[in-house]
C-alpha cells in the first residue's frame, strides 16, 4: 500500500496554498470592504459637511443684507464662522477616500467662497459712505477674491454645472454688477448710487447659491457611487477567490488521490508478478 504519511504529505502539498491563497484573499477583500464604507460614510459626512457651510454662508449673507447704512461692523459678525466652516470643508475634501471626490468637494468649497465674497463685497459697496482705507481694502481684497474663485472653478466643472455657469456670466445682471463694480475700484463711489444694480446683485448671488447647492449634491451623489463601487467589488473579488481557492483545492486533491492511486498500483505490481511466477511454478511441477 501506499504509505500514508506519504498521503498526507500529498494532500497537505494540495492544501496549502489553497489555504494561502482563501486567507490572502479575504484580507485583502477585508481592507477594499472597509474601503467601501468608508467611502458610503463618508457620502453622509460630506453631506453634512457642505449642508452647515451652505447654512452659514447663507445666514451670513442675510446678515449682511440686514446690515443698516453706515454700520459695516455689524454685518461682518459671521464672518469667522464663514471662515471656520470653508476650513472645515477644506479639511474634509482632504479626508476623501477617493482622489475624485475630494476634488469636487473641493470645488464645492471654492463655489461657497465665491457666494460670500460676492455677499461681503455687495455690503460693503452698498454701505453709501466714502471708503476708509481699511473698509477700501477689504472690497477690493473680497472683488478680487471672489472673481478668482470663479475663474478657478469654471474650467473644474461638470458639464451641467458649467452650463449654469455660462449662463450666469453672460446674462444682463451679471454685465451691470460687473460695470459697478469695476467702476468702484477704480474709485467712482457715485455707481453705487444707482439702484438697479442691487436687484442685480441679488440674482446674481441666487444663481450662484443654486450653483453651489448643485455642485454640493453631485460631490455627494459621486461619493455614495465611489463607495457603492468599491463595497461592491471588493465583495465581488472577495467571492471570486473563495471560489477560486476552493475549485484550486478540490482539483489539487484530485491529483492528489490520483498520484495515490498510481503509487498504490506501482506498489502492488511487484506481488502480483510474484505471484504469477509462483502460480507458473506450481503449474510446472
Known amino acids: 500500500m501506499y504509505p500514508r504519511n506519504a498521503r498526507t504529505r500529498a494532500l497537505t502539498i494540495a492544501l496549502i496554498p489553497s489555504v494561502t491563497l482563501a486567507v490572502v484573499g479575504l484580507a485583502l477583500g477585508g481592507v477594499l470592504v472597509r474601503q467601501g ?17 451652505s447654512r452659514v454662508v447663507e445666514d451670513a449673507q442675510e446678515a449682511r443684507r440686514r446690515v443698516d447704512i453706515g454700520r459695516l461692523s455689524g454685518g461682518y459678525a459671521h464672518d469667522k464662522l464663514v471662515d471656520d466652516a470653508l476650513v472645515n470643508l477644506q479639511r474634509s475634501a482632504a479626508d476623501a477616500p477617493d482622489a475624485q471626490v475630494g476634488y469636487q468637494e473641493v470645488v464645492a468649497a471654492q463655489l461657497l467662497a465665491a457666494v460670500d465674497g460676492l455677499s461681503r463685497t455687495d455690503a460693503l ?11 477700501w481694502s477689504s472690497f477690493v481684497s473680497a472683488f478680487a477674491s471672489y472673481h478668482a474663485n470663479l475663474a478657478a472653478v469654471a474650467p473644474k466643472l461638470q458639464a451641467r454645472e458649467r452650463e449654469l455657469y455660462t ?7 451679471w454685465i451691470r454688477l460687473s ?5 468702484l475700484v477704480d474709485g467712482d463711489r457715485s455707481a453705487s448710487a444707482q439702484a438697479d444694480w442691487r436687484a442685480c446683485a441679488r440674482q446674481v448671488a441666487d444663481k450662484l447659491v443654486a450653483l453651489s447647492s448643485q455642485q454640493s449634491a453631485y460631490v455627494v451623489q459621486l461619493a455614495k457611487s465611489s463607495g457603492d463601487r468599491t463595497l461592491a467589488g471588493a ?8 471560489i477560486l481557492s476552493v475549485l484550486a483545492f478540490c482539483l489539487a486533491f484530485r491529483l492528489s488521490r490520483r498520484l495515490d492511486n498510481e503509487n498504490a498500483l506501482a506498489a502492488d ?3 502480483h ?4 511466477m509462483a502460480r507458473s511454478l506450481s503449474v510446472a511441477d
Open 235 to 242: 465583495l465581488a473579488g472577495g467571492a471570486a477567490i473563495v
Open 125 to 135: 459697496a452698498a454701505s453709501g459712505t466714502e471708503f476708509t482705507a481699511e473698509q
Open 37 to 53: 464604507v468608508h467611502g458610503r460614510d463618508f457620502a453622509e459626512q460630506a453631506g453634512t459637511a457642505l449642508t452647515s457651510a
Open 269 to 271: 505490481r511487484p506481488r
Open 179 to 183: 460695470a459697478v463694480e469695476n467702476a
Open 167 to 173: 449662463d450666469l456670466v453672460r446674462s444682463e445682471q
Open 273 to 276: 508478478r510474484a505471484s504469477r
